[in-house]
């Protein structure tokens, strides 16, 4: 893999980790269309690209992850607590179906372009959906965290939005729009954090295991590609990352989802052309 693909890559990472228009679909055209095809030789550059992202989330709520680490530890209930409690309910859905279906959601990242354009056309109306629901100023709940795990499971799927899924749950259940796109970026830290560990411990094993995320399509393992490529698909990632994830929280404040919706239909109909067109 050359530097200027580590790089493209890590844009595409960046960008698409927070706006609403799947991360795992951009990258699975993007693998097609560079032809970069092992699962096998992807486990590193997307265990670096996620890092950078996850980095990028912390950098952007570092008050915010403070203020929660620091009241929870205070052991009392209080409003941080309470919200740690709620991302850790948030979390059941994706850790179950990760134990229970993991072989067969890794089976779904093998290049299949019309199942990526398929979920990015539901993403679109799930998008659609949020844009006309009625503002809300709930907050965050355990049971409404709950429904948001829900849509984060089911978002592993190629080309279903994690962010797309989780915030159109929050906005269906009358959650406040910045509240949504803040514990969306949140609740997703643990679990991408801890499925690249798993990873990088099953590989380092010799299990051969690939990347549980399913974010595939990356191509190039680190003593293939080099550490140049990977450090250059790291910090665009993150620059990129940062950038889509401020955005975002203003996009989401403002209501302005319906355009996603759009792009995510355009996006869905290029994948499953490309996928009928064998690409």
Not at 56 to 68: G, L, N
Not at 82 to 97: D, E, H, K, R
Not at 253 to 269: D, E, H, I, P
Request: proline residues 3%.
């Amino acid at each position: 893999m050359s530097v200027w693909e580590s790089a493209i890559l890590g844009a595409v990472q960046g960008l698409t980790e927070f706006l609403p228009v799947s991360s795992s679909g951009h990258l699975e055209i993007a693998g097609a269309l560079f032809g970069l095809r092992d699962p096998e030789s992807n486990l590193w550059m997307t265990v670096t690209l996620h890092l950078a992202t996850v980095l990028a989330s912390i950098v952007v709520f570092r008050r915010e992850i403070w203020a929660i680490i620091r009241g929870t530890l205070r052991l009392t209930f209080n409003d941080q607590s309470l919200y740690f409690l709620n991302i850790v309910i948030s979390i059941v859905p994706i850790l179950l179906v990760g134990l229970l279906f993991k072989d067969w959601i890794e089976a779904l990242f093998s290049g299949n372009l019309i199942l990526v354009g398929a979920m990015l056309v539901v993403t679109a109306v799930l998008l659609a959906f949020s844009h006309f629901a009625r503002i809300g100023t709930r907050p965050i709940t355990p049971k409404r965290a709950f429904v948001i795990g829900i849509a984060q499971a089911i978002a592993v799927l190629p080309g279903l939005s994690r962010s797309g899924a989780t915030i159109s749950a929050a906005l269906l259940q009358g959650v406040r729009r910045e509240e949504a796109a803040r514990f969306s970026f949140l609740m997703v830290i643990i679990p991408i954090l801890g499925m690249n560990l798993l990873d990088v411990v099953h590989a380092m094993k010799g299990s051969g295991a690939v990347a549980t995320t399913g974010e595939a399509a990356l191509g190039g393992a680190a003593g293939d590609m080099g550490l140049v490529a990977v450090a250059v698909g790291f910090v665009v990632a993150f620059l990129t990352g940062l950038f889509a994830c401020k955005v975002m929280i203003r996009l989401v404040s403002r209501g302005k989802l319906l355009w996603f919706a759009v792009y995510c239909v355009a996006a869905g109909l290029v994948a499953i052309i490309l996928g009928l067109t064998g690409v």
